[in-house]
């Protein structure tokens, strides 16, 4: 088996030997072998960036793209100079808004699929209408959790994952239904 590196999400892509690899990543859906290198120099000697220019040049699979503050040509497809050097406000106030709420919370779980901290967005209530529990012979067909109960309900500001997990309440009800000596235990 081989392990491919996703360069976007840094998430391990497994690959049977003998089968084709992987064009795009299962993940977050960019392409793996489209990487690109941006490299911005700022306040660097104007030969040190014409140098770095001829390399990137003369490199023929077009991976590495350099470009100088005074380098003009080099920003024909940029619409705006300042767009590089001004960074989005809205993505920024997003950030710092993020960063807030997650502060705020108790629980802070990390998203399954990025790794980033998940919102707390609210909970569910789940009816007994809508949940059917299942029974274990080692509860003598009891079952570990009735309905009604409540889910908490986080989401990735990343990548948008939604992920519930049980109400607090419910965790301990659970804790101490299963802590309890049952009839037919030793």
């Not at 100079?81 to 710092?96: G, I, K, Q, Y």
Request: charged content about 35%.
């Amino acid at each position: 088996m081989a392990v491919v590196i996703c360069p976007w999400c840094q998430s391990e892509i497994l690959q049977e030997d003998g089968q084709e690899p992987e064009k795009y990543c299962p993940i977050c859906d960019n392409e793996l072998d489209g990487y690109r290198t941006l490299r911005v120099d700022i306040g660097e000697d104007e030969d040190e960036d014409e140098e770095e220019t001829e390399a990137f040049e003369a490199d023929q699979d077009g991976v590495g793209v350099t470009i100088g503050i005074d380098d003009e040509e080099n920003l024909d497809w940029v619409d705006d100079e300042e767009s590089l050097a001004e960074p989005n406000d809205e993505l920024l106030r997003f950030e710092e808004m993020v960063e807030q709420l997650v502060d705020e919370q108790e629980l802070v779980p990390e998203c399954p699929q990025c790794r980033e901290y998940m919102l707390e967005t609210g909970e569910q209530l789940v009816s007994a209408d809508h949940f059917r529990p299942r029974a274990f012979e080692a509860l003598d067909g009891d079952h570990p959790m009735e309905a009604p109960f409540t889910l908490t309900m986080y989401v990735c500001p990343s990548c948008f994952t939604v992920q519930s997990m049980l109400g607090d309440a419910h965790r301990h009800q659970i804790i101490r239904k299963l802590s309890q000596p049952q009839d037919g235990a030793q």
